[in-house]
C-alpha cells in the first residue's frame, strides 16, 4: 500500500508568490491533517479535512493560507503571497477515523527567497 | 499551559542499552489518545506507538514499549536494546477526544527529544 504521498518535497518561491502543496492520503483514509514545522521544533497543527470539508482550520493563519480536500483529488494547501516567515516543512497526515494513528507524508520543505 | 511536555531536549544512551524518553500530558478529558513518532534526520514522521486512555495494558511495539501512568498523565517511550538506527528525534503528542463536529481531534505534538545512540 501506498503511503500518504506528498508533492513536491522541495518548493522555492519568491515573496509574494503563491505556493501550492499536495497530499495524497494513503487509501481508504478520509480524514487529512496539515502540520507546519520551524526548524528544531515540533509539528504545529493548521487544518483538519473531510471530504468537501473543512472540521477544523483553528491552527491555519487568518490571511493568505486557505486548504482544500476535494470530492476527487488531493488535499491542496496554499499559501498566497509567501513570506520569508512560511519558510517550513509542510506536513499532510491522514487517518481512517478519529483516534486511530496519524500516518505521515515526508513532508513539503517550502523555501520563500 | 502545554499539553505535552517533554523535559530532555537531549538524550545519550549507549548502543544495546535501553532507553526511556520522558513525557507528560495535560487533559481534563477521560477519553484520549498518545502516540509516539520518530523523526529521523532525513526529515520523515515515522509513528511508533499508540497507547488508549482506556487500554489496561501497556502498548508494545517489537522494541518499543510506552509506560502508561495515567494518575501520572505520563507516557514514556522505552526503548530496549538501542541500535544506531535509532538515532533520531522523538515526539509524543495525544489526541483528545474528538466529538462529531466539534474542533477537536488533531494531534499536539511535544517538542521533542533528540535521541543519540552511541557506539
Known amino acids: 500500500n501506498a503511503g500518504v504521498m506528498q508533492n513536491p518535497r522541495h518548493l522555492v518561491r519568491r515573496r509574494g508568490q503563491e505556493a501550492r502543496l499536495r497530499c495524497s492520503p494513503m487509501k481508504g483514509h478520509s480524514h487529512v491533517y496539515w502540520y507546519r514545522q520551524l526548524p528544531e521544533e515540533g509539528l504545529k497543527f493548521m487544518v483538519y479535512l473531510q471530504k468537501e470539508n473543512i472540521i477544523d482550520e483553528s491552527g491555519m493563519p487568518k490571511e493568505r493560507f486557505s486548504a482544500e480536500f476535494p470530492k476527487e483529488g488531493p488535499s491542496i494547501l496554499r499559501i498566497q503571497q509567501v513570506v520569508r516567515g512560511d519558510s517550513a516543512a509542510y506536513f499532510c497526515?491522514?487517518?481512517?477515523?478519529?483516534?486511530?494513528?496519524?500516518?505521515f507524508g515526508n513532508g513539503t520543505r517550502l523555501t520563500v527567497t | 499551559a502545554q499539553k505535552i511536555t517533554q523535559t530532555q531536549p537531549g538524550m545519550f544512551v549507549q548502543e544495546k542499552e535501553a532507553v526511556t524518553l520522558d513525557c507528560t500530558y495535560d487533559?481534563?478529558?477521560?477519553?484520549?489518545?498518545l502516540f509516539w513518532y520518530k523523526q529521523p534526520s532525513s526529515g520523515e514522521m515515522i509513528f511508533l506507538i499508540y497507547q488508549g486512555s482506556y487500554d489496561e495494558q501497556n502498548a508494545t511495539e517489537g522494541r518499543y514499549s510506552l509506560n502508561f501512568q495515567k494518575a501520572r498523565k505520563s507516557a514514556n517511550l522505552v526503548i530496549s536494546a538501542s541500535q544506531l538506527g535509532d538515532s533520531a528525534m522523538y515526539f509524543c503528542a495525544m489526541r483528545e477526544a474528538y466529538p462529531y463536529g466539534g474542533s477537536q481531534g488533531n494531534l499536539i505534538f511535544g517538542k521533542g527529544t533528540k535521541l543519540s545512540v552511541k557506539p
Open positions: 487533559t481534563s478529558d477521560q477519553s484520549y489518545g
Open positions: 497526515a491522514s487517518s481512517t477515523k478519529d483516534n486511530s494513528p496519524l500516518h
